[in-house]
């Protein structure tokens, strides 16, 4: 397999790496792990500095107790309550520092989580909008929200409760080993023999886990995807009744995650309870072989309380340490992922020069232009074409012909596989980005309305609009009468019931957008088919207003729209094969006459 395939998102449905590929993976999450953390440097050392104390106050305090009871008592009976007293004191103390800088230490770590989340978020979020179109066709809305909730989530879990967790319980081990041995060897060596089952345990722990935690993500990624599909596709599976279906397939879905997830919870119900018997073991042994030596009066009746106490707390962190696993599995896992997208770079990027163009006449010219999607096949065959400034071109042809892509070349939302395509003799590709959506904007067919009030709509097409100017636009389109009529008018939200506005209506709506924006070029890709006549009326009007004195591209579905064009372009299999005015070709005797002789017959 060649290393390019792990690049980017390409990995992401794979799970058959080469040992190359998983370092690469790997390094690229180090990479970006070290690029969050950079800015917190100063916070992790201070916390590290924090930790290390508090937890060495805190193992502190058995050996205290030894101390209390070993040299405290017996002096006591002297009346000297000097080692006592000094015990209690230190006790006290060691117990007041431990628990004020675990505060610290905790309120520290949420600080660093906090900002390297958020700064996480804010990436993500600003990469998936820069990415080109190219890549939001081929990576499913689904997986894209999982990338921003559920794989955030997973390492907000690890940020927020499990590094703290390793951290201290490794700490905690160390310092009571080190602890154990000096006050006595003998039960610092039972603790070390103990490691070896407890080693073999949690080796045998991660091994199961690894495979089933990863079995968990995917069954529950497919149920997001799954659902996010069917939410956003809710008109045809209202139309086709495929709402049983999806049932079946989601119920099949949720069987797969439950048993998953049934099955982690046996690796616990078997890794748990032989945690607690090694410990508790362990402590028997302690307190055995320690009884004998006390009795023996080699080891003194505190130190033996202590090394008890010690070993009991040796153990505590290892259920928390092997949840740890689970979420740093499912972190690392969800960091690969971010990683990925992080790493894809826009197949339309940005010049590194730009060339400004500060009003643009809005000229067009496809110079042996050749276009092929992702797939390698060639959709747009190598062609020339020269728009002049100001045209309306109608641009028809049976589905699938092309127009659409023409479009998006048009509107850089893909750069073409050969050839140049020019705004004013420069290069698309050369454009500053700022300059380009100023002077070329595209109405999708599906006039996108966001959250926010109409007017918020409007203004979306030149930020900053005032009221007046967004008033103008409406009117100027013809959209100010039903605004007005709205429940609040300008104010009314577009989401909220009543505000809801009809197909024709958010044409409309985008048309002003688009009036507002003056754009040089407009292209529009025009699916208003399903209007009735007074709206399409409307729209027609509308449509004229928006198109003078610019170059206008339509993707025409109406034979009134045509009527209004300067010239047609008839488009079959990625060709241009009739280039004329609307006068000219319905004279002709070619593809568009034929069309347009339908046309009328569907209108009689
Ligand atoms: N993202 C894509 N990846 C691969 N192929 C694509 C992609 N989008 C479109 N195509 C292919 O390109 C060809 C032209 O499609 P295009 O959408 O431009 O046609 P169209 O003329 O606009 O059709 P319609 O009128 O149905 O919208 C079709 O064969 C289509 O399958």
């Known amino acids: ?73 017996p002096a006591l009976l002297s009346n000297d309550w000097m080692p006592l007293g000094l015990a209690g004191v230190a006790y006290l103390l060691t117990g007041v520092v431990g628990a004020v800088l ?17 700064d996480l978020r804010k990436r993500v979020f600003v990469q998936t909008q820069k990415l ?52 006595d060897w003998a039960s610092g060596v039972i603790l070390v023999v103990a490691l070896v089952p407890l ?13 089933l935690f990863r079995l968990t993500r995917t069954t529950s990624a497919k149920l997001i995807v799954k659902f996010v599909e069917t939410m956003t596709g809710i008109r045809a599976v209202k139309a086709f009744r495929t709402e049983k279906s999806n049932n079946a397939e989601f119920e099949g879905l949720v069987e797969g995650y439950r048993s998953a997830n049934a099955r982690v919870i046996r690796l616990f119900g078997i890794f748990d309870p032989g945690l607690v018997l090694i410990g508790n073991v362990t402590v028997a042994v302690v307190l055995l072989v320690g009884a ?90 190598s062609f020339t074409l020269h728009i002049p400034a100001g045209q309306t071109i109608a641009l028809v042809g049976s589905t699938g012909a092309g127009k659409s892509t023409l479009a998006k070349l048009m509107s850089r939302f893909y750069d ?35 959250s926010g009030t109409v007017a918020d709509n409007i203004a979306i097409g030149k930020p900053g609009a005032s009221r007046d100017e967004i008033v103008a636009a409406a009117k100027a389109v013809g959209a100010d009468a039903f605004i007005e009529g709205l429940p609040n008018g300008y104010e009314t939200d577009v989401n909220k019931r009543g505000g809801r506005v009809s197909a024709g209506q958010r044409q409309l709506i985008s048309f002003a957008r688009a009036f507002l924006a003056d754009p040089a070029v407009l292209i529009l890709d025009e699916a208003t088919a399903s209007l009735d006549i007074p709206s399409e009326r409307l729209v027609q009007d509308a449509l004229q207003t928006l198109l003078s004195d610019r170059t206008a591209v339509i993707i025409a579905h109406r034979l009134s729209t045509v009527a209004i064009a300067d010239r047609v372009l008839v488009m079959e299999q990625g060709r241009i094969i009739e280039d004329g005015t609307p006068a000219d070709l319905i004279a002709g005797t070619g593809r568009f006459s034929q069309l347009h002789a339908s046309w009328r017959e569907s209108l009689v």
């Open 1 to 73: 397999m060649s290393q390019a395939t792990v690049s980017g998102v390409g990995g992401e449905e794979r799970n058959d790496f080469t040992a190359a590929e998983s370092r690469q993976i790997r390094e690229r999450s180090t990479r970006l792990l070290g690029s969050l953390l950079r800015p917190e440097r100063t916070r992790l050392l201070i916390g590290l500095v924090v930790v290390v104390i508090s937890t060495a106050a805190q193992v502190a305090g058995p050996a205290l107790i030894a101390f209390g009871i070993d040299s405290g008592l």
């Open 199 to 211: 080693v073999i345990l949690t080796r045998w722990f991660q091994l199961r886990s690894q495979t």
């Open 292 to 381: 004998f030596r006390v009795i023996d009066g080699h080891v003194a009746i505190g130190v033996l309380l202590a090394a008890v106490l010690y070993t009991r707390r040796f153990f505590d962190p290892m259920e928390e340490m092997a949840m740890f696993y689970n979420s740093y599995q499912s972190a690392a896992a969800a960091l690969e992922k971010i990683s990925g997208v992080l790493e894809e770079k826009p197949s339309v990027p940005d010049p590194t020069s730009p060339i400004d163009l500060w009003s643009s006449k809005g000229e067009l010219t496809f110079d042996d232009v050749e276009f092929s999607y992702q797939n390698g096949r060639v959709v747009l065959p």
């Open 132 to 183: 080109s179109l190219e890549f939001h066709e081929t990576y499913t809305s689904g997986r894209i929200i999982s990338r921003q909730t559920s794989d955030l989530d997973a390492i907000r879990e690890l940020l927020d409760s499990g590094i703290n967790q390793l951290v201290q319980g490794l700490l905690s081990m160390l310092f009571i080993g080190i602890a154990l041995f000096s006050l």
């Open 416 to 450: 073409p596989t050969q050839g140049i395509l020019t705004l004013d003799g420069i290069d698309l590709r050369q454009l500053h980005p700022k300059d380009l959506r100023r002077a070329i904007v595209m109405v999708t067919q599906e006039a996108y309305l966001f």
């Open 102 to 118: 675990m505060a610290w230490f905790t309120v520290l770590t949420a600080r660093i989580s906090q900002a390297v989340l958020l």
